[in-house]
């Protein structure tokens, strides 16, 4: 007791400290957009030529510039004035940082990151750049340290102890690799706090059928922080839709896209426009990164969602010799307490992941060999995509991209679409038949490592018969090999090809439809064949009031229906008592209940029908009646399925509050098109992740690029610009990104003209 009370008297006092510091940050001022145009750092700049930016109303920049390389300083100059904090944030986390603002609370997080060492790449990475790339990355750089020096303290730069540090371009490339972050780490550390245990083969080949792994780190406090971090950090999910001309009303290709991560304000993406000798594209870019994820240029549309392929093993280094393994200590800063030492070991299969706290305790070393350790290169691969004149062009430039694994959807001017496999992956013959973990002394296990495969090798669709295509995180055909394990359940993909193939020609609007659908097919078929078991009860079924909206349900998530409450509160209730009466949460089970689509679509029924008819009948009556009384208070699937806009700091004790900015009723669920994950439900909560950004593009019209963000461009808490986004999201309206010099001077009003140092004169004049 003495122990819980001194942590919670420390939290009182640091929270009281970060307060005092941080008062900026729990009531930011109000402020206008002319206001943080004029905030901008815009004279003594190092630029050879002018720079144009005009700006909309929503702070979406279009940046036009005489060189490349003055086009890269004011990308970077916008990124630190729109999102300054959050890639300081990002930068700390990618380097182990994070106790530097949040004391002794992340240590042990701060020590997990430091194993897994997004940036231990970065140094070779930037060795072997083009010329191309070092430059605007150098210029990059330039820009984004001039708004760190000169421009503005962002409002919780107090809150955080947030200084000054100037950024380098390996903080950038570790940035990229946090961004990259493999999706099967989560899935791998879950299965590790298993391994041991009798039936833990079963499990494996239970989780292989299910095709997907626990998405967390179990124990709560800081290990559930990390895998917030590493689930919410990386690409993990996203849906991308590319329609040829002739499918097309328009006569262009259409592109759309929407990436799926975690719903925290700012958003981590932001839209910009621009233009250079090289470059002329609208698209997303990742704040920190110099480069257009997903976009639209005059000759393509791009985008695309994680390929969730196994970019990673686990290795057994026990049998490894001492000489092998290098051991570093290193130093954590702590804000408001002492520096911490820790121990960080690596060998030649890389870092022993199990010297951290945070990962369950194994009986011996074991090392992860990531892709990401290696020296790919994912920012010269993205900048020359963006240059691309055709679909082939588009393919080459991914030759050497790494991480993370995309499916990448392009559309050309032509009319062509294609999808293409954008990844650095070993050569693997099958999955691994005993578990993730491989042993480092067998050749048969390493040698997948010895040959990668990356774009060039990997399978390249184009122009499809049916004129589209679709991506959802889906299992990739047989044809293309042994890629990874774990992927979405193709409930997703299925629904955005039956809406694909239900127009005959298709118009943006259609795909911004599609985009918004809450309609899970497969909810609907597991509801009636749980229907069916119910209905067949001896005794007939019970709470036939409640049950009768499942009745014909189309699995429509829709947030005013009342068929989703019925059947997310019964499978809350049916799937553990399942679970236990099978018998897997013996022996204090960690993993608890199974709850993924894919493990519940491929096991709630099953597990039940193994079940004697004795056992399952009475577990079943039992499970329709709690749930009917436990579903009673909330009408509608919104009432308990909520979307809530808040800033990442909501997560500080005591304050985090304050930085709530509205909680709405909401539709979709874990695998429908607008996805907005949940686990099993007995009660109202927060998506905490899914759809969170969205991309129509028509290449008939090069002005026809449409972007919304779950959010707002600009991170300045009390910006108009902060979440004024929001509103447009959640009734499907878009914000307008022209390629077009005549309409981007018609709709962005707002002018910001950067001026270059003024130079020496020369001798004599």
Request: hydrophobic share 45%; aromatic share 6%.
């Amino acid at each position: 007791m003495r122990r819980n009370g001194g942590a919670g008297g420390l939290i009182g006092l640091l929270a009281l400290a970060l307060g005092l510091f941080g008062c900026t940050a729990l009531a930011p001022p109000e402020t206008t957009v002319a206001a943080r145009l004029a905030a901008l750092p815009a004279r003594g700049l190092a630029l050879e030529r002018p720079v144009a930016i005009r700006w909309n109303d929503h702070l979406v920049p279009w940046i036009e510039a005489e060189t490349d390389g003055d086009l890269a300083f004011a990308l970077g100059l916008v990124h630190g004035h729109l999102r300054g904090a959050q890639i300081q944030l990002l930068r700390l986390v990618a380097r182990g940082r994070l106790s530097e603002v949040a004391g002794p609370f992340t240590t042990d997080i701060d020590h997990s990151l430091r194993i897994l060492d997004f940036g231990r790449a970065a140094p070779e990475v930037v060795r072997r750049w083009p010329e191309e790339t070092r430059t605007f990355v150098a210029r990059f750089v330039d820009g984004l340290n001039h708004s760190v020096r000169h421009g503005p303290r962002p409002p919780e730069a107090g809150l955080l102890g947030l200084d000054r540090e100037p950024f380098t371009a390996e903080d950038l490339v570790a940035i990229g690799r946090l961004a990259g972050t493999d999706i099967n780490w989560l899935a791998y550390f879950s299965l590790l706090a298993e391994r041991g245990r009798p039936d833990f083969a079963r499990l494996w080949q239970r989780t292989l059928q299910a095709g997907a792994g626990q998405s967390r780190l179990e124990g709560g406090g800081q290990a559930a922080l990390l895998g917030d971090i590493l689930s919410g950090a990386s690409r993990s999910g996203s849906n991308s839709m590319a329609v040829a001309a002739r499918r097309s009303a328009t006569g262009g290709a259409l592109m759309a896209n929407d990436p799926h991560l975690g719903l925290n304000l700012p958003n981590l993406w932001l839209v910009a426009g621009l233009r250079a000798p090289s470059f002329h594209a609208v698209g997303m870019m990742v704040p920190g990164l110099p480069f257009l994820a997903i976009g639209r240029s005059p000759n393509i549309a791009w985008g695309g969602t994680n390929l969730r392929a196994a970019a990673s093993d686990l290795f057994d280094v026990a049998a490894l010799p001492a000489t092998e393994v290098r051991t570093t200590e290193v130093r954590i800063a702590r804000r408001l307490w002492p520096d911490a030492t820790r121990t960080v070991r690596t060998t030649p299969f890389g870092p022993i992941v199990t010297d951290s706290p945070l990962v369950p305790e194994q009986p011996g070393p074991l090392a992860l060999r990531w892709v990401g350790h290696e020296p790919t290169d994912e920012i010269t691969a993205l900048l020359r995509a963006a240059r691309a004149r055709d679909v082939a062009e588009f393919r080459d430039a991914f030759a050497g991209f790494g991480v993370s694994p995309q499916n990448m959807l392009v559309a050309d001017r032509a009319g062509s679409i294609a999808h293409l496999y954008a990844a650095t992956l070993p050569d693997r013959p099958g999955p691994p038949p005993d578990g993730p973990v491989l042993d480092a002394a067998d050749p048969a296990a390493t040698r997948p490592w010895v040959r990668l495969r990356d774009a060039r090798d990997l399978p390249f669709t184009r122009d499809p018969e049916d004129g589209v295509l679709a991506s959802a995180n889906d299992r990739p055909p047989p044809e293309a090999g042994t890629l990874g394990w774990f992927f979405s359940d193709d409930d997703r993909v299925r629904r955005l090809r039956v809406r694909l193939a239900a127009v005959p020609r298709l118009a943006p609007a259609d795909l911004a439809l599609i985009q918004a659908d809450t309609r899970s097919e497969k909810a609907a078929a597991l509801a009636a064949r749980l229907l069916d078991r119910i209905d067949r009860l001896p005794g007939g079924p019970p709470e036939p009031a409640f049950l009768a909206p499942l009745r014909g349900w189309d699995g429509d998530y829709r947030a005013e229906a009342r068929a989703p409450v019925v059947f997310e509160f019964l499978l809350a209730r049916l799937v553990p008592a399942v679970r236990a009466a099978g018998g897997r949460e013996a022996n204090g089970n960690p993993r608890g209940p199974e709850s993924g689509w894919n493990f519940l679509t491929a096991f709630a029924l099953a597990d039940l029908d193994a079940l004697p008819a004795e056992r399952s009948g009475p577990l079943l009556r039992a499970a329709v009646a709690a749930a009917a009384q436990a579903a009673a208070p909330y009408p509608a699937w919104g009432d308990v399925h909520r979307l809530r806009a808040a800033h990442w700091l909501v997560n500080l004790p005591v304050v985090g509050g304050r930085f709530v900015a509205g909680r709405w009723p909401v539709g979709g669920s874990r695998e429908t098109p607008m996805k907005t994950s949940h686990g099993l439900v007995d009660g109202p909560h927060d998506a905490t992740f899914g759809s969170m950004a969205r991309h129509v593009s028509d290449m008939a019209d090069p002005d026809a690029n449409w972007f919304t963000l779950f959010g707002g461009q600009d991170g300045w808490l009390g910006s108009p610009a902060y979440a004024d986004q929001i509103a447009l999201w959640r009734t499907g309206r878009a914000i307008r990104v022209p390629l077009q010099a005549a309409t981007v001077a018609a709709e962005f009003p707002h002018r910001t003209r950067l001026e270059p140092a003024l130079r020496a004169a020369a001798p004599g004049i």
